[in-house]
């Protein structure tokens, strides 16, 4: 079985990605900021097959070189690494040097090392649909849209300017080779909101996500690596819903949890819109449903103690 790198592996996506590629028998060399803190390390050296088939490294996406030993030998490259957050002070330096330069820094370390046969990207929604179009119901987003780093900039959406442009021209230029670039569609701030609702939240958010289950991202990502054919985008995104759809559901499926009644204003709601599965299918992915989702994740939250009781 092949030998893959797997950049910012104590993330939520990247963890489940190791876990995966080690239950399908994958050796995997993974980069970690921290390798020495258990805190950030400790669920991943606990997955079955670590001990014989995983290797942590430390590398930082603004140190040229840094990812040079941990690509060596690998077959493909799984790039997950890039800091999001919604308070960045200095979005350029915090946000969008990381990820450009350090998309870059990985591609060059791939660039020395001949055996590496494909790369996958993880972006975001920030890559794709922040820009003059309009998001009503009857728009259907596709892997042809992308953001527009004016418009955001005109906008004040400072924390979603687009770096995936300027990236794609960078390859072009540098002669970058055959890439396959994996997006997943969903919002990193969402455990937030999510934990909040199920526990002391009064009211829920004006807004409307593209929500995708975990498994189903990490599942594309492994087609993108394996499948010769793939290439170019793929967005990851069961369906666009209101959070108060996601209530709607958490409600039917646990009638006794208090949930919030109300939005937290009273605008109107913001639309939903539709996103594209056609390549993501053609890929091989199987999408779950939304409301199999939140049982799920429910049902684990129960299970690990982070309700408490008087919401169970």
Not at 24 to 42: F, I, L, Q
Not at 188 to 206: G, H, M, Q, R, V
């Amino acid at each position: 079985m092949s030998t893959v790198c797997v950049t910012g592996a104590s993330g939520f996506l990247a963890s489940w990605l190791v876990k995966v590629l080690l239950q399908r028998g994958y050796t995997v060399k993974a980069s970690v900021r921290y390798p020495n803190d258990p805190k950030k390390t400790h669920h991943l050296l606990s997955l079955d097959g670590a001990k014989e088939r995983l290797k942590l490294f430390k590398a930082d996406l603004l140190e040229e070189g840094s990812f040079d030993p941990i690509v060596a030998g690998c077959d493909g490259v799984f790039h997950t690494a890039s800091p999001f957050f919604f308070d960045a002070k200095d979005p350029q330096a915090e946000l969008i040097d990381p990820a450009l330069k350090g998309t870059l820094n990985v591609l060059r370390s791939v660039a020395k090392t001949p055996s590496v046969r494909r790369v996958v990207l993880t972006s975001s929604e920030a890559a794709v649909s922040f820009n003059a179009r309009p998001r009503t119901p009857e728009v259907v987003v596709d892997e042809t849209w992308f953001s527009d780093a004016e418009w955001c900039r005109q906008n004040q959406q400072t924390k979603f300017k687009s770096f995936i442009p300027s990236l794609f021209l960078n390859l072009y230029d540098e002669n970058a080779w055959w890439i396959s670039w994996s997006y997943k569609f969903i919002f990193l701030c969402l455990n937030c909101d999510i934990k909040n609702t199920y526990t002391s939240a009064e009211t829920f958010p004006n807004a409307t996500y593209g929500w995708v289950d975990i498994k189903d991202v990490v599942d594309a990502h492994i087609l993108a690596f394996e499948k010769p054919e793939a290439n170019g985008r793929y967005l990851m995104v069961e369906r666009t819903a209101h959070f108060s759809e996601f209530v709607r559901i958490l409600r039917e499926l646990y009638p006794n949890f208090k949930l919030p009644e109300k939005c937290a204003d009273d605008k109107p709601y913001q639309p939903t819109y539709q996103v594209s599965k056609e390549r993501a299918k053609s890929l091989g992915v199987k999408f779950t449903p939304l409301e199999q989702s939140v049982k799920e994740t429910t049902e684990s939250l129960k299970e690990k103690g982070f309700l408490k009781p008087t919401y169970i």
